[in-house]
Protein backbone atom coordinates (compact mmCIF):
# COMPACT_ATOMS: atom_id res chain seq x y z
CA UNK A 1 0.00 0.00 0.00
CA UNK A 2 1.40 3.54 -0.87
CA UNK A 3 2.34 5.50 1.64
CA UNK A 4 3.24 8.77 1.62
CA UNK A 5 5.40 10.68 4.16
CA UNK A 6 6.49 14.44 5.28
CA UNK A 7 9.29 15.37 7.30
CA UNK A 8 9.60 17.36 9.40
CA UNK A 9 5.68 17.95 10.90
CA UNK A 10 6.59 21.47 11.63
CA UNK A 11 9.70 23.70 10.59
CA UNK A 12 9.80 27.55 11.92
CA UNK A 13 12.07 29.86 10.38
CA UNK A 14 13.38 33.25 10.56
CA UNK A 15 12.41 35.38 7.27
CA UNK A 16 14.82 34.77 4.79
CA UNK A 17 16.08 31.73 5.00
CA UNK A 18 16.19 29.01 2.28
CA UNK A 19 14.42 25.92 3.59
CA UNK A 20 13.56 22.39 2.47
CA UNK A 21 10.54 19.98 2.99
CA UNK A 22 10.80 16.61 2.32
CA UNK A 23 8.01 14.37 1.16
CA UNK A 24 8.89 10.41 0.29
CA UNK A 25 6.74 8.12 -0.69
CA UNK A 26 6.89 3.93 -0.70
CA UNK A 27 5.96 2.69 -3.90
CA UNK A 28 7.74 4.50 -7.09
CA UNK A 29 4.48 3.74 -9.36
CA UNK A 30 2.89 6.95 -9.28
CA UNK A 31 1.89 8.92 -12.43
CA UNK A 32 2.77 12.34 -10.52
CA UNK A 33 3.34 13.91 -7.66
CA UNK A 34 2.30 17.49 -6.36
CA UNK A 35 2.55 20.22 -3.66
CA UNK A 36 -0.06 21.84 -2.30
CA UNK A 37 -0.31 24.70 0.14
CA UNK A 38 -2.97 25.07 2.92
CA UNK A 39 -3.63 28.10 4.51
CA UNK A 40 -5.65 28.18 7.83
CA UNK A 41 -9.51 27.31 7.47
CA UNK A 42 -8.96 27.28 3.35
CA UNK A 43 -8.52 25.36 0.40
CA UNK A 44 -5.70 23.65 -1.34
CA UNK A 45 -3.65 25.33 -3.42
CA UNK A 46 -1.69 23.47 -6.33
CA UNK A 47 1.93 24.69 -6.33
CA UNK A 48 3.91 22.52 -8.73
CA UNK A 49 3.46 19.25 -10.18
CA UNK A 50 6.01 16.93 -11.39
CA UNK A 51 5.27 13.95 -14.06
CA UNK A 52 7.19 10.73 -13.19
CA UNK A 53 9.54 11.02 -16.24
CA UNK A 54 10.69 14.82 -14.71
CA UNK A 55 13.34 15.05 -11.74
CA UNK A 56 12.37 19.18 -10.77
CA UNK A 57 9.97 21.80 -11.75
CA UNK A 58 10.15 25.64 -10.53
CA UNK A 59 7.79 28.00 -9.82
CA UNK A 60 9.69 31.86 -8.85
CA UNK A 61 10.86 31.12 -5.57
CA UNK A 62 9.73 27.30 -5.58
CA UNK A 63 11.83 24.09 -6.73
CA UNK A 64 10.54 20.96 -6.75
CA UNK A 65 13.15 17.91 -7.12
CA UNK A 66 11.46 14.28 -7.51
CA UNK A 67 13.61 11.37 -7.71
CA UNK A 68 10.91 8.00 -8.22
CA UNK A 69 13.79 5.61 -7.51
CA UNK A 70 14.56 6.28 -4.28
CA UNK A 71 10.96 7.39 -3.32
CA UNK A 72 11.20 10.89 -2.71
CA UNK A 73 10.54 14.57 -3.15
CA UNK A 74 11.91 17.64 -1.98
CA UNK A 75 10.20 21.40 -2.03
CA UNK A 76 13.15 24.02 -1.96
CA UNK A 77 11.85 27.56 -1.24
CA UNK A 78 14.41 30.47 -1.70
CA UNK A 79 14.41 33.64 1.02
CA UNK A 80 11.50 32.68 2.87
CA UNK A 81 9.05 35.06 3.79
CA UNK A 82 6.52 35.45 6.29
CA UNK A 83 3.87 35.19 3.78
CA UNK A 84 4.96 31.63 3.40
CA UNK A 85 3.95 30.81 6.07
CA UNK A 86 1.05 27.76 6.00
CA UNK A 87 1.25 23.78 5.38
CA UNK A 88 2.70 22.38 2.65
CA UNK A 89 1.31 19.15 1.57
CA UNK A 90 2.86 16.72 -0.46
CA UNK A 91 0.62 14.09 -2.66
CA UNK A 92 1.18 11.40 -5.45
CA UNK A 93 -1.02 10.14 -8.38
CA UNK A 94 -0.64 5.94 -7.99
CA UNK A 95 -1.44 4.10 -10.46
CA UNK A 96 -2.72 1.47 -8.57
CA UNK A 97 -5.10 3.60 -6.16
CA UNK A 98 -9.02 3.40 -6.93
CA UNK A 99 -8.08 1.81 -10.69
CA UNK A 100 -7.85 5.86 -12.06
CA UNK A 101 -5.81 8.11 -12.56
CA UNK A 102 -7.37 11.33 -11.04
CA UNK A 103 -6.71 10.47 -7.18
CA UNK A 104 -4.16 11.40 -4.63
CA UNK A 105 -2.29 9.90 -1.76
CA UNK A 106 -1.49 13.08 0.43
CA UNK A 107 0.74 12.91 3.02
CA UNK A 108 0.18 14.70 6.60
CA UNK A 109 1.83 18.02 5.80
CA UNK A 110 4.86 20.28 7.04
CA UNK A 111 3.28 23.00 9.03
CA UNK A 112 5.71 25.97 7.96
CA UNK A 113 6.24 29.22 10.48
CA UNK A 114 8.32 32.05 9.21
CA UNK A 115 8.97 34.53 11.45
CA UNK A 116 9.59 38.17 10.55
CA UNK B 1 -13.76 30.60 -14.77
CA UNK B 2 -14.84 30.28 -11.04
CA UNK B 3 -13.00 27.22 -10.61
CA UNK B 4 -14.45 24.34 -8.45
CA UNK B 5 -17.31 25.80 -5.99
CA UNK B 6 -18.73 23.87 -3.28
CA UNK B 7 -22.20 24.80 -0.69
CA UNK B 8 -22.58 24.79 1.79
CA UNK B 9 -19.30 26.57 3.53
CA UNK B 10 -20.15 25.16 6.58
CA UNK B 11 -23.29 23.20 8.13
CA UNK B 12 -24.23 21.86 11.39
CA UNK B 13 -26.57 18.61 11.49
CA UNK B 14 -27.49 16.42 14.11
CA UNK B 15 -27.62 12.74 14.35
CA UNK B 16 -30.05 10.68 11.75
CA UNK B 17 -30.36 13.69 9.57
CA UNK B 18 -29.20 13.71 5.98
CA UNK B 19 -27.94 16.14 3.11
CA UNK B 20 -26.15 17.02 0.33
CA UNK B 21 -22.77 18.74 -0.16
CA UNK B 22 -22.84 20.50 -3.17
CA UNK B 23 -19.62 20.69 -5.97
CA UNK B 24 -19.30 22.07 -9.35
CA UNK B 25 -16.45 23.23 -11.44
CA UNK B 26 -16.41 25.07 -15.00
CA UNK B 27 -13.47 23.49 -16.12
CA UNK B 28 -14.85 20.60 -18.34
CA UNK B 29 -12.69 18.21 -16.39
CA UNK B 30 -13.62 14.68 -16.87
CA UNK B 31 -12.10 13.54 -13.07
CA UNK B 32 -13.69 14.73 -10.08
CA UNK B 33 -12.89 13.10 -6.40
CA UNK B 34 -14.39 13.85 -2.99
CA UNK B 35 -12.44 13.84 -0.22
CA UNK B 36 -12.40 14.62 4.03
CA UNK B 37 -9.73 16.12 5.87
CA UNK B 38 -9.32 15.17 9.35
CA UNK B 39 -6.93 16.10 12.25
CA UNK B 40 -4.01 13.55 12.26
CA UNK B 41 -5.28 11.60 9.63
CA UNK B 42 -4.70 13.76 6.52
CA UNK B 43 -6.85 13.65 3.14
CA UNK B 44 -8.77 10.58 2.74
CA UNK B 45 -10.81 9.87 -0.68
CA UNK B 46 -14.12 9.52 -0.27
CA UNK B 47 -15.52 8.73 -3.81
CA UNK B 48 -14.43 9.54 -6.86
CA UNK B 49 -16.11 9.79 -10.78
CA UNK B 50 -14.08 9.53 -14.18
CA UNK B 51 -16.75 10.76 -16.41
CA UNK B 52 -20.83 11.48 -16.44
CA UNK B 53 -22.32 8.05 -15.11
CA UNK B 54 -18.91 6.87 -13.74
CA UNK B 55 -18.44 6.59 -9.86
CA UNK B 56 -16.39 4.31 -8.03
CA UNK B 57 -15.57 3.96 -4.02
CA UNK B 58 -12.39 5.44 -2.55
CA UNK B 59 -10.83 5.06 0.69
CA UNK B 60 -13.75 5.81 3.23
CA UNK B 61 -16.76 5.77 1.50
CA UNK B 62 -19.35 4.30 4.20
CA UNK B 63 -21.89 6.40 4.93
CA UNK B 64 -21.58 8.65 1.62
CA UNK B 65 -23.61 8.08 -2.14
CA UNK B 66 -22.70 10.35 -5.01
CA UNK B 67 -23.62 10.25 -8.76
CA UNK B 68 -22.55 12.19 -11.63
CA UNK B 69 -25.16 13.11 -14.28
CA UNK B 70 -23.31 16.07 -15.73
CA UNK B 71 -19.82 16.80 -16.45
CA UNK B 72 -20.06 19.60 -13.89
CA UNK B 73 -21.64 18.49 -10.87
CA UNK B 74 -20.52 15.98 -8.68
CA UNK B 75 -22.61 15.94 -5.43
CA UNK B 76 -22.16 14.16 -2.05
CA UNK B 77 -24.86 12.78 0.08
CA UNK B 78 -24.76 12.27 3.34
CA UNK B 79 -27.29 9.51 4.40
CA UNK B 80 -27.88 8.96 7.59
CA UNK B 81 -25.25 11.60 9.86
CA UNK B 82 -23.16 10.47 12.06
CA UNK B 83 -20.76 12.50 14.78
CA UNK B 84 -17.22 10.02 13.06
CA UNK B 85 -18.32 12.78 9.91
CA UNK B 86 -17.88 15.53 11.33
CA UNK B 87 -15.17 16.90 9.14
CA UNK B 88 -13.76 19.08 6.32
CA UNK B 89 -14.81 18.03 2.93
CA UNK B 90 -13.04 18.76 -0.17
CA UNK B 91 -14.06 18.42 -3.55
CA UNK B 92 -11.15 18.41 -6.53
CA UNK B 93 -11.20 17.91 -10.45
CA UNK B 94 -8.55 16.96 -12.74
CA UNK B 95 -8.01 16.62 -16.86
CA UNK B 96 -6.78 14.13 -18.19
CA UNK B 97 -3.92 15.37 -20.16
CA UNK B 98 -2.53 17.84 -17.49
CA UNK B 99 -3.26 16.20 -14.32
CA UNK B 100 -3.61 19.18 -11.66
CA UNK B 101 -5.87 18.40 -9.23
CA UNK B 102 -7.37 21.84 -8.42
CA UNK B 103 -9.71 21.99 -5.01
CA UNK B 104 -12.97 23.77 -3.92
CA UNK B 105 -12.95 26.02 -0.77
CA UNK B 106 -14.08 23.13 1.38
CA UNK B 107 -17.79 22.31 3.21
CA UNK B 108 -17.23 22.32 7.39
CA UNK B 109 -19.77 19.55 8.64
CA UNK B 110 -20.21 19.25 12.10
CA UNK B 111 -22.64 16.20 13.56
CA UNK B 112 -24.21 16.49 16.95
Known amino acids: KQEVTQIPAALSVPEGENLVLNCSFTDSAIYNLQWFRQDPGKGLTSLLLIQSSQREQTSGRLNASLDKSSGRSTLYIAASQPGDSATYLCAVRHKNYGGSQGNLIFGKGTKLSVKP | NAGVTQTPKFQVLKTGQSMTLQCAQD?????MSWYRQDPGMGLRLIHY???????DQGEVPNGYNVSRSTTEDFPLRLLSAAPSQTSVYFCASSDRSQGTQYFGPGTRLLVL
Open chain 2, 27 to 31: MNHEY
Open chain 2, 49 to 55: SVGAGIT
